[in-house]
């Protein structure tokens, strides 16, 4: 959160500079494009999330990312690449997950144990937890 605190330090004194007189804060700008810039945003994807929220969601999908792209390098070290490929869905609710019973079946286990490796997958997941050495 310390690139959180800089951006909103960052700003509030670009603010400050922008309304000082001596550098033209009070001064307007007019655009000569105003007609082109409207077109071209007119078509834009209009997003409701403010800058900061923005940026907390993107934090946090590229703390996911990581953390699956670390889970998916443990499994494919350990050749079991498939069974990641097939459990990921139940990680991340990426896709509609399938029965146990159907993917127990298709990966050659009892459904027991591919409940206890969904289980262990998210604890991997999540990371290790305070005191785990």
């Not at 330090?9 to 007609?35: C, M, N, P, T, Y």
């Not at 923005?54 to 990312?65: K, S, W």
């Not at 990581?66 to 097939?86: N, Y």
Request: aromatic share 6%.
């Amino acid at each position: 959160m310390f690139l959180k605190a800089s951006l909103k330090h960052f700003l509030s004194k670009e603010r400050q500079k922008a309304k000082s007189w001596k550098r033209g804060g009070r001064s307007r700008l007019i655009s000569l494009d105003a007609v082109l810039g409207e077109n071209r945003y007119r078509h834009e994807p209009v997003d409701r999330l403010t800058p900061e929220e923005i940026y907390e969601r993107r934090c946090a999908l590229t703390l996911l990312e990581h953390a699956l792209g670390r889970l998916r390098g443990e499994l494919v070290e350990a050749d079991r690449s498939r069974e990641f490929e097939e459990l990921k869905g139940y990680l991340i609710g990426e896709e509609p997950r399938r029965p146990y019973r159907e993917l127990a079946a298709q990966l050659k286990t009892s459904e027991p144990a591919l409940r206890k490796s969904v289980q262990r997958l998210r604890q991997r997941f999540h990371g290790p937890r305070t005191g785990e050495g």
